[in-house]
């Protein structure tokens, strides 16, 4: 004789759970949303725990993004020895913004602006698709997806330290002699790539859900670049403007750092109308700790905030 078995409601705990809401029941048995964020701290400690592979992906994408060039890697050194070839032909010579320097200070003190201000761009840019571009890295494997944009600058860092060679040679060929002050150049750069990681976090963030944002990227830093004095000494131009404005000027994160490294490097060129060794204003370091600082913990927090959004819908 064949029985009828009834229907099973799966919907209802029964038994010792029966009248447990879900959540109530997630917490007894010790259950989580998958892919939930976690603290602060966790968070931390898991991409701590994960540093030996942002530094794997880092010095992967760069060695693979030269490989089908047939000069490779030395494209690393030739872009930033071709930008500043322009540069110097355009703003140096055909609108002479090299007079007033010392001897032929010039090329110096115009490279290491350019190379200060290209690492912060590329850090913006490459932040910026860090998370849409590498959707399918996210959807497959479970790791803190600030490993993403620290990894890109983690990248630029390097390029810019395989580049830093071609500009110890331009600063000696321009005459300037190694001193105390070039051991100013690595808190610099630390300093540097903390604030790069910080603005790399928010774009990598506010990129994962406009798209639109990559398109507007390079004129924003376009124009950021004509205001921070990287081709001609902003100060000169701003002598007769508002103090309001000239202190806001004095702000610019990438004025700041391009200060404190054309000062660590080649103090004789600060101020480009006296050919004397010139001391650094106190307060450029205080920018500079404060910008590194207050910007890398604006952006982790950002980014930590929206972290189980990203690669989802």
């Known amino acids: 004789m064949s029985t009828v078995s009834e229907p099973v409601s799966l919907s209802a705990p029964r038994g010792a759970d029966a009248g ?8 007894k048995y010790g259950l989580s949303v998958s892919g939930a964020r976690p603290g602060l701290l966790a968070y931390t400690k898991q991409l701590w725990a994960r540093r030996h592979f942002i530094w794997a992906f880092a010095t992967a994408r760069l060695v693979a993004q030269y490989t089908d060039a047939k000069l490779g890697q030395l494209w690393q050194v030739v872009t930033p020895l071709l930008n500043c070839g322009v540069f110097y032909l355009v703003f140096g010579v055909i ?12 090329i110096s003190w115009l490279c290491i602006g350019v190379f200060v201000f290209q690492f912060t761009q590329n850090a913006v840019q490459s932040g910026t698709r860090a998370i849409s571009d590498n959707l399918g890295l996210i959807r497959a494997l479970h790791f803190p997806r600030a ?8 990248i630029q ?12 040679v331009t600063v000696l060929a321009g005459g300037i002699k190694p001193g105390k002050t070039w051991l100013l150049v690595i808190p610099e750069l630390l300093l540097q790539t903390l ?3 910080g603005i790399s976090l928010i774009f990598a963030r506010i ?16 124009a950021w670049m004509f205001l921070s004095g990287v081709m001609f000494s902003i ?11 000239q202190t806001i000027m004095a702000l610019n994160p990438a004025s700041v750092y391009m200060d404190l490294l054309r000062h660590a490097f080649a103090p004789i060129i600060y101020n480009k109308h006296q050919a004397v060794h010139q001391t650094l204003p106190p307060h450029q370091w205080t920018y500079g700790i404060g910008w ?4 890398f913990v604006i952006g982790y927090v950002f980014f930590w905030k929206a972290e189980e959004e990203y690669g989802r819908g």
């Open 20 to 27: 447990l809401t879900p959540k109530q029941l997630a917490d």
């Open 95 to 106: 609108l002479a913004s090299k007079q007033g320097f010392p001897g032929h200070t010039y």
């Open 147 to 154: 490993s993403l944009p620290i990894a890109f600058t983690v």
């Open 157 to 168: 860092l390097q390029q810019l330290l395989i580049s830093m060679v071609v500009l110890v």
């Open 195 to 197: 604030f790069n990681t």
């Open 207 to 222: 990129g994962s859900k406009t798209s639109d944002i990559s398109q507007l990227i390079p004129f924003v830093m376009r």
């Open 235 to 245: 100060q000169d131009k701003i002598q007769t403007w508002p103090h309001s404005i």
């Open 292 to 295: 590194a600082i207050g910007m």
